[in-house]
């Protein structure tokens, strides 16, 4: 099947560095397609406001050695689809926003809910944060809500895992091509995604993980997003650009507060100064967004569909905090053995009430 003119344009002029959406925007207006676009001459394309020379030789250069049609036939090969602003499968969010990027690489399935909110965070994010951004993701994703992050390292990763955890579907954005996987170690979480999510990039395909790439990659996070929910960051941080991209585009801003000591809290609390909203709970967020409230199991406990507890083990899951516990602080005040300590923690792990977070410490979820 032969792809439309106006695809093939697109998809050329997203793949040569320099041009952003505004750019691209106004190229294709003016040369409509592919033909015309191959049939321009030099004098053409500096006739067009903000095509100095320099961005003329990189049109001129890119556009003698990037086949479009390639690019799309390795996509279909990759199980990717590409779709452009004129496609009626274009995110109707994102094409809301200013500027929203003509071309999208997309793999997986479509979301079924209309309704999505990004969680971002630190890469190097603390026990709490984790915690955090998986138990914001699990219930959010529990009443059909599309949990959208970049699967970095840290947050993101724990967001798009607790989205997962509950059966729900979650969004990654890369800053790379789609065919490759940043960081490599969630090769894993990429493909779980793929199964029960979709992966979206705007780079195309072989482009690797440069840090110029971010920003347009935080830029799309937030533009699929009624909102983003900041769990942990510095003051200079990517997702305080998804924060600032979120309110530029007329989303809301949420914000977990953290310890005073943890600097990688300082950038959620200057949010909050500046006026996000503070949240502690899933509610506060639907609330704020005026959607449908969680059930009542969920808001007022977030252990919806786990198994119920024996005394010995509510009483163990009284000892743990969600600040990471020792298990020799368990055992001492438990009174009782490291094996039958370390059976109940197991049961507690395997319900779904406790994290196992290495170096024998733990954590409620």
Known sequence: MTEKDDKLLLVTLNAIPGLGPRKIQKLAMRFKNYKTFLEAKREDFLEINGIGEIICEKILEYRSKFDPYKEIEKANNLNIKVITLKDDKYPFLLKEIYDPPPVLYFKGTTPLSPHSIAIVGSRKASAYGKNVAAKFARELAAVDINIVSGMARGIDSCAHKGALEAKGFTIAVLGCGID???????????????????????????????????????????????????????????????????LEQGREVFAVPGSIFNPYSSGTHKLIKQGAKLVENVEDILDELYLENLPESIASSGKANKPDLTCEEKGILDIIDYQPTYIEEIISLSHKTPGSINILLTHLELKGYISALGGGYFAKI
């Open 180 to 246: 490759i996987v940043y960081p490599p170690e969630n090769t894993g979480l990429m493909k779980d995604i793929v199964e029960s999510g979709c992966v979206i990039s705007s780079f195309p395909l072989g482009t690797p993980p440069q840090g110029a790439n971010f920003p347009a990659r935080n830029r799309i996070i937030s533009g699929l997003s009624l909102g983003t929910l900041v769990v942990e960051a510095a003051k200079k941080s990517g997702s305080l650009i998804t924060a600032d991209f979120s």
